[in-house]
């Protein structure tokens, strides 16, 4: 996936059902059409609905996607901390990769609600 500043970032999907679900949706397209051209465009409004239902689903009072990168830099930083033992540094720093940014500094943005 193309990330910040144009560069280009791995992105981890620990979900092994929904990257199978998404899989099919993108050889499906590619099926119909005849092609894939790397991208895949959904519908703008039903992405919002979804965000939404999702983030109510989950008992969030905030419903848009940014409020999933707050809950999920937050998450990954006591996982690294705690479980893993990282030091506060490398933790930030790592949070701030998965969020496809290059400084430990923007990691604060996330943990200061």
């Known amino acids: 996936e193309q990330g910040k500043g144009g560069k280009d970032r791995i ?25 894939y051209e790397g991208k895949y465009v959904f519908s703008s ?3 919002r609905a979804a965000v939404a239902s999702a983030a109510e689903n989950a008992g969030e009072t905030e419903r848009g996607t940014h409020s ?7 998450s990954q930083y006591i996982e690294k901390q705690v479980y893993e033992g990282k030091p506060e540094s490398q933790a930030k720093l790592e949070v701030s990769h998965d969020l496809g940014h290059n400084r430990e500094s923007i990691t604060d943005h996330y943990l200061h609600r």
């Open 11 to 35: 992105v981890e999907v620990k979900d092994r059902q929904a990257f199978q679900a998404f899989k099919s949706l993108v050889e499906a397209k590619q099926q119909a059409s005849g092609k």
């Open 45 to 47: 409004s039903g992405y």
């Open 68 to 74: 999933f990168r707050w809950n999920y830099a937050q």
